[in-house]
Structures are given as structure tokens and as C-alpha cells.
């Protein structure tokens, strides 16, 4: 098997070299070789049954279209992407299929999926090597169809290279990964990159109430919202479940919160295309749960605590907005290390005025102090109503022991994540766990 990295090399294996951003593949070829790789693609260096190329990601393009796309093609993939909703929508579509029985894989932020969890994902999108062989995989397990989410960083870094797709949906756009693309049009155009790798028959899957949704519109389009093709109505929701309308039929779902009800239109709109009846539909909707660590209940004592990936401004708003007047709200929040600053200020102020008390504390640091982080996110808080708990464990037993009857908990910004990254290292670490381990 072809490998490009070293600590995955098995004897017989071929080591391709590649050059990232920031590492050299290079520095590993003896690690590799040590590990029983057979041969070695590269484009420098002295080493036994050695291919030189003059460019190992080019070589590593072209290799896997001329040796994998013939089985891959044989895929019907649906790629989503967008600022928000991606790994909800693609594990409500996984669900869904599955429990028809049609036969589907999940590749996103919270793993790769066929008939249930094989494995975590280091990135949203895998690098191009990795993805290939999870759909080859899919391939040989006779699995139909493969619902992905497709990040601008991985459309940058041409992660999708070569495939095609039956659907692109577009969710919605709003700050996000600044510090890499610098700008809104920047990191628009590479959104867009999906929906020219559309299948001859392709359709693409808009949210027309998002403001830069005429961006997405390609010739066979289906578009959901207010005004869309499909026309979301009748949102009503509390704590424990939903119901809405879609072109005038009512679903119920124990999803709650309106940006639920536009991930869920998508699956609506997928399974309809797929021909799939109204009442399969409505019943399918019914038994689907959330994405582990988005919008994550647990019932403790006369309160509730909620954890939920939410980390960006929009999705904070969207969060808090959601559980506003279901109880008193205290929110626990942190930001990112070593990535866009610009966002800081703005998802703490959007934390002190929409919930009733706030601790603010660490996420994954990274590189940075977790206090220097602190501080750029309560520049535009004018309120008292927080207090600062650097330790994110102890911030979050701080948060169960301030709860009282009808109160909600919501712990921000990881999820499903199981570590926390301090100073490049990755230490165990999952809320959830925290929480069932203090109640």
C-alpha cells in the first residue's frame, strides 16, 4: 500500500515524501524504510529501490486518478460544505440513508463511518492519500453512497482532487478561518470549488437565505429556505424536540433549534431526490439524533447541561438564541489558539449578552497562553456577569455547581473532541467525560 506517513508504513508498503507546510516527508524516509517500506518516492536523496520524481504531491495527484478513480467513480458522493452545519447535515444524510437501507459512509470532522465509528479524522476533509483509501474502502464493502464534508482548506489544499459529485450542498457562509484565507471573497471562492466538481448530472443544494447563496447556483439546482424551492415554515421548538414544516408536510424531530430544522431540510430534500416516500421520510426524520457533540443533552438532576462544537460567532449566536427563555443560561466558552483573533471579542460579547453568566476559559490554547486568549475575548464585554477559570476541568465543575432548577449549562467550542492541545501537545481530554465524571 501506498503511504505518506511514516508511522503508518507496513512492511511491503511504498513511502511517497511529500512536502507540507509545515514538515518535510523527506525527514521521515528512514523511519519509514526502519518500518519495513519496500520502496520509496521522493525527489531528493540517496536511498535502496528508490523512485525520484520532480514533485511528490503532483506524482501523488496523478497516481491515485490513474490507479483509484475507475472503482471510486463507481460512488455516488454527496459533498457538503459551508461555515456551519457540515457535520450535522452530513451525519443526519448517514443516518437517514442507513436507516432506509441504503448503504452509506460519513467522512468528516467527527470520523469516518461505515456502519457506525472506524476511525477519527485528523482534519475535516483528509488529506488526498488517506481519502482515497477510505473510498476505496467504501468501494469493496459494497457501500452506495458517501456523504463528506468538503472544507475550504481541504478545496484549497486540492484534498478532493479528481472526484466528482452527484450533490454539493451549500449550508451557509459567515466568519471563519480569517487567519488563512484573509478575506471573506477569499475564503468564498474556495467554498465555491465544490460546486464546479459536480457530475455532468450533478445538482446542487443551496441555502437561499444565506446571503451569499447566488454564488452556489448552478444549472440543476434545488434551493431550501423562506423562499427556496423547499420552504422551511411553522418552527416551533422547546428543550427536548422540534417541529416544522416543510412545503406544507410536518415533521417532528427531537433536533432543536432553527438552524436544526435548515440541516434537516437538506436530508428532506436528498431523500426525495432519491425517491424515497413522504411518510418514510417523515418517520426517518423522527428517529434521527444529533452528531456526537452538537447540541449533546444530559439531564442532571432539575437542570440540563448541553454540550455543542459551536466556535464561531454565528454558531454561538445561533446556540444561545436557541435556548433563549428555555431557562437561566450559563455558558462556559473558550477560543482556539493560533488561529483567527478577529473573532475573539465578538463571540465574547455575544456570550455575555445572551447568557446570564459566563466563564470563560481555555480551548486549545495551542501555542498561545490561554490568558492572552482570555483577554482578547472580554475587550468588548460591558457586563460583570462572568469570571475567569483558565483550567477547562475546573471550569466546568464551577458550571455544574452554579446550576439550579430549570438552569442550562452549555459548554462551547469542542464537542465531540477528546484532548486539548497546550503547547503542541495533545493531552486527553473530553467534555462530556468531565461532566459525567462531576455530576
Known amino acids: 500500500m501506498l503511504q505518506s506517513d511514516s508511522r503508518k508504513v507496513r512492511i511491503g508498503d511504498t513511502f511517497i515524501a511529500l512536502k507540507g507546510i509545515k514538515d518535510d516527508g ?21 536511498y535502496p529501490n528508490m523512485i525520484k520524481v520532480d514533485n511528490t504531491n503532483n506524482y501523488l ?118 487567519d488563512f484565507h484573509k478575506t471573506m471573497d477569499n475564503y468564498l471562492k474556495e467554498k465555491m470549488k465544490l460546486f464546479s466538481n459536480l457530475k455532468e448530472d450533478g445538482i446542487s443544494i443551496i441555502n437561499s437565505d444565506d446571503q451569499y447563496y447566488k454564488n ?62 413522504d411518510d418514510n421520510i417523515y418517520n426517518t426524520i423522527l428517529k434521527l439524533d444529533s452528531a456526537p457533540g452538537r447540541m449533546d443533552k444530559i439531564k442532571y438532576k432539575d437542570s440540563i447541561i448541553i454540550i455543542d462544537y459551536a466556535h464561531t ?61 482570555i483577554i482578547d475575548m472580554i475587550q468588548n464585554v460591558d457586563s460583570f456577569n462572568y469570571e475567569i477559570e483558565i483550567n477547562r476541568e475546573n471550569a466546568i465543575i464551577k458550571g455544574i455547581q452554579r446550576l439550579k432548577k430549570n438552569d442550562i449549562l452549555l459548554i462551547l467550542g469542542k464537542g465531540h473532541e477528546n484532548y486539548q492541545e497546550i503547547k503542541g501537545v495533545k493531552y486527553p481530554f473530553n467534555d462530556k467525560e468531565v461532566v459525567l465524571k462531576n455530576i
Do not use: W
Not at 330 to 340: F, L, P, V
Open 61 to 178: 495527484h496523478k497516481y491515485l486518478k490513474d490507479n483509484y478513480l475507475k472503482y471510486i467513480n463507481r460512488l455516488k458522493i454527496i459533498g457538503i460544505t459551508g461555515t456551519n452545519g457540515k457535520t450535522t447535515t452530513a451525519y443526519l444524510i448517514y443516518q437517514a440513508m442507513n436507516k432506509l437501507n441504503i448503504k452509506c459512509a460519513y467522512i468528516g470532522t467527527i470520523g469516518f463511518y461505515i456502519n457506525g465509528k472506524i476511525k477519527d479524522n485528523i482534519n475535516t476533509t483528509p488529506d488526498i492519500l488517506t481519502l482515497y483509501h477510505m473510498l476505496t474502502k467504501c468501494v469493496k464493502e459494497n457501500v452506495k453512497y458517501v456523504v463528506m464534508e468538503v472544507s475550504s482548506q481541504g478545496l484549497y489544499y486540492n484534498r478532493v482532487d479528481g472526484l466528482k459529485f452527484d450533490y454539493a450542498v451549500f449550508t451557509n457562509l459567515t466568519i471563519e478561518h480569517l
Open 313 to 373: 460567532p454565528d454558531a454561538v449566536e445561533k446556540v444561545l438564541k436557541t435556548l433563549k427563555d428555555k431557562g437561566r443560561i450559563i455558558t462556559i466558552i473558550g477560543c482556539g489558539g493560533n488561529r483567527d483573533k478577529s473573532k475573539r471579542k465578538i463571540m465574547g460579547s455575544i456570550a455575555s449578552k445572551n447568557s446570564d453568566y459566563v466563564i470563560f476559559t481555555s480551548d486549545n490554547p495551542r501555542y498561545e497562553e490561554s490568558e492572552d486568549i
Open 26 to 46: 523527506h525527514n521521515y524516509i528512514l523511519d519509514a524504510i526502519n518500518n519495513g517500506a519496500k520502496k520509496i518516492i521522493c525527489e531528493y536523496g540517496n
Open 216 to 277: 452556489f447556483i448552478t444549472d440543476k439546482c434545488i434551493t431550501y429556505g423562506v423562499l427556496g424551492d423547499y420552504k422551511i415554515r411553522n418552527i416551533n421548538y422547546n428543550i427536548d424536540n422540534s417541529s416544522f414544516t416543510v412545503n406544507n408536510i410536518k415533521y417532528k424531530t427531537s433536533l432543536i433549534g432553527e438552524y436544526n430544522i435548515y440541516n434537516l431540510c437538506v436530508v428532506i430534500i436528498i431523500l426525495k431526490q432519491l425517491g424515497i416516500s
